[in-house]
């Protein structure tokens, strides 16, 4: 291999890097927007046909069952309500068609004129290359309430390691 067809080569692994970065950081970003929306068709297209969603405790398997959740009525009375869903900048980690992700979130409630935080969270992805794009196959969220639990996912995710 040449001088200049190594300096492509190491050009275009860069670039898809970033590209790869850049595809990941706009799937998680768009979750708080579809998710307080209500359309949960598109949340539940973030994830993998098979992906999971665990949310303090409560399993999610499908996208069948993150679709469910969108369409629920404790869902619905809350972006009823006024909500915002916000997750931060996320810190991602490529490796192949595999990457890691974390970020932390906030879900904020509209209440008599005004707005509170109602819970922080932690949060690992876990995602895949399809063909079509990124998905997750596996979301973890706790909440940021001092447990050590919360404190590894974020320690994890920064450093870019798997659960």
């Not at 992906?51 to 972006?79: N, P």
């Not at 509170?116 to 309430?145: C, M, P, Q, Y």
Request: proline share 1%; aromatic share 4%; glycine share 12%.
């Amino acid at each position: 291999m040449t001088v200049n067809e190594e300096r492509l080569a190491r050009l275009e692994e860069r670039v898809r890097r970033v590209e790869d970065e850049l595809a990941i950081t706009r799937l998680v970003a768009s979750y708080g927007p579809l998710v307080d929306a209500g359309e949960a068709e598109a949340v539940a297209g973030l994830w993998a046909q098979d992906g999971q969603y665990d949310v303090e405790g409560w399993q999610m398997t499908s996208r069948e069952d993150i679709r469910a959740m969108v369409e629920s009525d404790g869902h619905q009375g809350l972006i009823g309500g006024g909500c915002s869903h916000f997750l931060g900048p996320a810190h991602v980690h490529v490796r192949g068609d595999e990457a890691v992700a974390v970020c932390e979130s906030i879900l904020i409630r509209h209440r008599e004129g005004g707005y509170s935080v109602r819970r922080a969270g932690a949060n690992h992805f876990h995602l895949h290359r399809e063909r079509d794009g990124w998905r997750i196959k596996h979301r973890t969220t706790r909440a940021l309430d001092g447990s050590a639990e919360a404190r590894e996912l974020l320690r994890k995710g920064a450093l870019g390691g798997t659960l």
